[in-house]
């Protein structure tokens, strides 16, 4: 079965860096997108950066743009996530998703996934 696993997450100062990774199985991640996510407490789950399947395209939420670079090695079946100049609002539980098709495809709710890791949880704080 689907399985994605987070980790890298943890405590970092504002201005600081972390780097998420999440490492996929059971299905042929290099025909999928794949998108983090975010969610804050109290707070829906927030999209912040898709990658098409074959590393093609990427998106990234206003929030984060400039500041997170998302990238796939398909030959590990890991999904990253670098995260720079981090801000206290940054703070969240973040997770992996995986895409329905090859291209991520946004809807009026958010994004297409049918499989979420467990999270991993990045706070900002000094």
């Known amino acids: 079965q689907v399985q994605l696993v987070e980790s890298g997450g943890g405590l970092a100062q504002p201005g600081g860096s972390l780097r998420l990774s999440c490492a996929a199985s059971?299905?042929?991640?290099?025909?999928?997108?794949m998108i983090w996510a975010r969610q804050a407490p109290g707070k829906g789950l927030e999209f912040v950066s898709g990658i098409y399947s074959d590393g093609s395209d990427t998106y990234y939420a206003d929030s984060v743009k400039g500041r997170f670079t998302i990238s796939r090695d398909d030959a590990k079946n890991t999904l990253y996530l670098q995260m720079n100049s981090l801000k206290p609002e940054d703070t969240a539980l973040y997770y992996c998703?995986?895409?329905?098709?090859?291209?991520?495809?946004?809807?009026?709710?958010?994004?297409?996934?049918?499989?979420r890791g467990q999270g991993t949880q990045v706070t900002v704080s000094s």
């Open positions: 059971g299905f042929t991640f290099s025909n999928y997108a």
């Open positions: 998703t995986k895409g329905t098709n090859p291209i991520v495809v946004f809807t009026s709710g958010g994004w297409l996934y049918d499989a």
